[in-house]
Every structure is written in C-alpha cells, then in structure tokens.
C-alpha cells in the first residue's frame, strides 16, 4: 500500500474526491444568481418603462398590469438571488428552494412570453439547466 493517498491530511475515512458535478452545481448557483438579477432587472423595467415591451399588458396570457408584473419578478428575483446563494453555499434547503423556484421562473417566463420572447426563451433555458443541475447530483458539492 502507497504512503500517498487521495484523501487530504485530517479528513475523515470515508472521504471521496467530488465528482465532476461540483463544477455543475457551482455553475447553477452562478446561474440561479444571475436569474435573480435578470429577474429584478426585468421587474424594474416592467415598473418605469412599460411601453418597452412587445405587446400591452391587455394582451399577455395572463392578464396582469406590468406594474403588477414588474413586482413580481422583484420579489421572485431577490428569492431566486437568495437560493443561488444558499446553493453556493452547500445548504439542503437551498437545493430544494432553487429547484422550486427555477421551475416557478419557467412558469412565469412562459405566461410572459407575448411580452419578450427571445428573453424568455432564454430564461426558460437556464431554469432547466438549474433544474437539472441541482436534481441530479445536487448532494455532490457538499463534499467540497
């Protein structure tokens, strides 16, 4: 037996070196944070500005006013900010919270699409890359 191992000085016996998923996990926490942002950007625009939008706010699958719009991916972009954190973190719950809340983006972005296609579109993207990133091997970048 080798006097070198892969396990680093003082860890326990049952270490493993983490999986190449970390880099996953860490890339979904950058993105839910990033989602976060482009939601509350979204939300600020969709209060001052709008006229900025492809169609009036009458004619959106669901028919709320962009100020009402514009609060609510405010407020989902700061909890979709927090989890990406929490994620970056390593916390269970945060896990679960990003989980949820990227399918609630997808959701949203969906019933916003008359609105802003192509950002949706692509929002709807990084929710299922999130999604699949924290369902799939989430536990992974607890070993960090």
């Known amino acids: 037996?080798?006097?070198?191992?892969?396990?680093?000085?003082?860890?326990?016996p049952d270490y493993r070196d983490p999986s190449a998923w970390v880099g996953w996990i860490t890339f979904a926490g950058m993105i839910l944070i990033m989602v976060g942002i482009f939601h509350i950007i979204q939300g600020f625009v969709?209060?001052?500005?709008?006229?900025?939008?492809?169609?009036?706010d009458?004619?959106?699958v669901v028919h709320v006013s962009y100020t009402g719009w514009g609060?609510?991916?405010?407020?989902?972009?700061?909890?979709v900010l927090l989890a990406g954190f929490g994620v970056l973190s390593g916390r269970?719950?945060?896990?679960?919270?990003?989980?949820l809340v990227a399918l609630l983006s997808a959701i949203v972005n969906v019933a916003f699409i008359d609105a802003y296609p192509?950002?949706?579109?692509?929002?709807?993207a990084l929710d299922v890359v999130i999604i699949m990133a924290l369902t799939v091997h989430?536990?992974?970048?607890k070993q960090v």
């Open 71 to 79: 609060w609510a991916h405010i407020i989902g972009g700061i909890i």
């Open 118 to 124: 192509i950002w949706s579109i692509m929002m709807i």
């Open 46 to 56: 969709a209060l001052f500005k709008d006229n900025y939008y492809a169609v009036p």
């Open 138 to 141: 989430g536990s992974d970048i």
């Open 1 to 12: 037996m080798s006097q070198y191992t892969d396990r680093p000085t003082g860890s326990s």
């Open 58 to 60: 009458a004619q959106l």
């Open 92 to 99: 269970m719950w945060a896990r679960a919270v990003g989980t």
